[in-house]
């Protein structure tokens, strides 16, 4: 870092000692903005700071304002992030992103601590423990809530304009990722939960399909679904479209620009396809239900998604530190991009309890949410737990009318096909 600074100096040196108008090289000139920056910090801040401290400060909060996918790894965050990418932790199941400026759940996992403990997709996570979240970097409010299995945090949500306190117990993640259900009533409709896109989805996928009988149609639910591996979202499509583009990636270097295509061998093409989405389907299931959707493979039911569809890289700027950049944007096969956008269902259908407009946080308009978030924050009543959310099973399937309106109209398409 300080051989950073020492080029700048040595060239505005340079630069000035053969009197070139420096005011005429932009590029010169924001360096020399920024080393006035770091001199003004140096001389003047409250609190002493090295200029090592001055430099990972205005790193930190430099690259994290490119969007909230983009941030600085120091030597502790790195190595963090190479643990959770390579490693076990031990966390609560949830996946967080910032929305609107504030950190929201984009959805909890199936069957973990978060899972359990009730919290859904949309709430906004106000305080972890006792620390304020307004404020704070996305990889700061992450780094707070991992830690040793079977060691407690406590969250303070606002969902639906109340205040409510969750307890977790941080557990090792291991999901099932790909289960399957027998919908009563509807035996000739396979209904397949896939909770998140881990390394095993596919081989799960190809495993119930081969072994299905005597069934007509397939509902595949991604609601909550976060996302997970690329190649997995880009197999599931693969099983059930023949040819064409399945996704493309384009970044600035050309170097990131892939498209993906289909495969002829093994593709199951004619079997009807419902895919549930809601606003907690973030990243890989916007892949394999916009891809459907645009190749006209499936009838996409339920709210419109997250809108996760951006690629991130980690690029190391020496042994110990870091950059994680977004780099490139999905693209769905009609050109679409689903980054900051989602997907749109083909038929829109709200949970059977539906919150008025009015009195969600989220609906708040974005300059007005934090001041609401900050005013929260200084009332003290609250409730003191959330309910469990119950696992779809056979007895519950009459009241989910998202499910419900997935089977009407898979049979629509069954019996439509019968009159071909």
Not at 16 to 33: G, H
Request: net charge positive; aromatic share 4%; hydrophobic share 40%.
């Amino acid at each position: 870092m300080r051989r950073i600074l020492l080029s700048i100096l040595l060239i505005i040196s340079f630069v000035n000692a053969k009197n070139v108008d420096i005011t005429k090289n932009a590029r010169l000139a924001d360096y020399i903005k920024f080393m006035k920056v770091v001199n003004i910090i140096e001389n003047y801040y409250v609190e002493p700071l090295t200029l090592d401290q001055i430099i990972e400060k205005l790193l930190k909060g430099g690259v994290s304002a490119l969007d909230p996918h983009s941030s600085f790894e120091d030597k502790k965050s790195y190595k963090s992030l190479k643990v959770m990418t390579n490693g076990e932790f031990g966390g609560l199941g949830i996946v967080i992103s910032m929305k609107k400026g504030v950190l929201t759940v984009i959805s909890p996992i199936d069957d973990t601590p978060a899972y359990r403990a009730g919290i859904k997709a949309g709430d906004i996570i106000l305080k972890i423990n006792d620390k304020a979240t307004l404020d704070m970097t996305l990889d700061g409010d992450i780094k707070l809530m991992r830690g040793k299995p079977g060691t407690k945090i406590n969250l303070t949500i606002v969902r639906n304009g109340k205040k409510i306190k969750v307890k977790i117990i941080r557990a090792i993640i291991k999901v099932k990722s790909v289960k399957e259900y027998t919908l009563k009533n509807y035996p000739d409709i396979e209904y397949i939960r896939i909770s998140s896109f881990d390394k095993n989805v596919v081989t799960s996928l190809k495993m119930i399909m081969n072994k299905m009988r005597n069934k007509k149609g397939i509902i595949i639910d991604l609601r909550n679904n976060p996302g997970g591996l690329l190649n997995q979202a880009l197999g599931t499509l693969d099983m059930f479209i023949d040819d064409g583009k399945l996704l493309s990636e384009k970044g600035r270097d050309k170097r990131n620009n892939r498209t993906w295509y289909a495969h002829s061998a093994g593709t199951y093409k004619n079997i009807p396809i419902v895919i549930l989405v809601n606003g907690g389907s973030a990243s890989a299931s916007e892949i394999v239900s916009g891809g459907m959707q645009d190749r006209k493979r499936a009838v996409i039911i339920g709210e419109k998604t997250f809108g996760k569809g951006s690629v991130q890289a980690i690029i190391p700027i020496n042994k110990s530190e870091a950059v994680r950049l977004t780099i490139a944007k999905y693209y769905l096969p009609s050109g679409r991009t689903i980054q900051a956008v989602g997907v749109t269902p083909d038929i829109v259908v709200k949970p059977a309890k539906i919150v008025p407009l009015e009195n969600s946080g989220l609906d708040i308009k974005e300059s007005e949410l934090k001041d609401h978030l900050k005013a929260e924050l200084k009332t003290k009543k609250s409730n003191k737990k959330v309910i469990n959310n119950k696992k779809i099973k056979e007895k519950v399937v009459d009241k989910d009318n998202q499910l419900q309106t997935a089977v009407s109209a898979l049979k629509a398409i069954i019996i439509s096909k019968k009159g071909e």
